[in-house]
């Protein structure tokens, strides 16, 4: 579950550097291609889905996100 939320918050940080530099335009596609494996159960917005979504996930402790479902483990 945390492997997947970093390759999600990793492929929107890919995403939006690219969509803001000029250096980064040759390879924005792939930051979106990566977070298509991650997009059935993750939105890009403050929605949660089959899991929480990735917004503010850094800095924030992991199973806080309101509204979404996680395992004892990760609420611990």
Do not use: D
């Not at 918050?9 to 939006?16: D, P, R």
């Not at 000029?22 to 291609?33: D, K, P, T, V, Y």
Request: hydrophobic share 40%; net charge positive.
């Amino acid at each position: 579950m945390m492997e997947m939320l970093k390759w999600g918050a990793a492929a929107m940080l890919l995403t939006w550097f690219c969509n803001r530099t000029s250096l980064g335009r040759w390879r924005c596609w792939q930051g979106q291609e990566l977070f298509t494996r991650c997009s059935s159960c993750h939105a890009v917005t403050e929605q949660n889905k089959v899991g929480p979504h990735p917004s503010g996930i850094f800095g924030r402790p992991a199973g806080t996100v309101a509204g979404a479902r996680y395992s004892k483990a990760m609420q611990s």
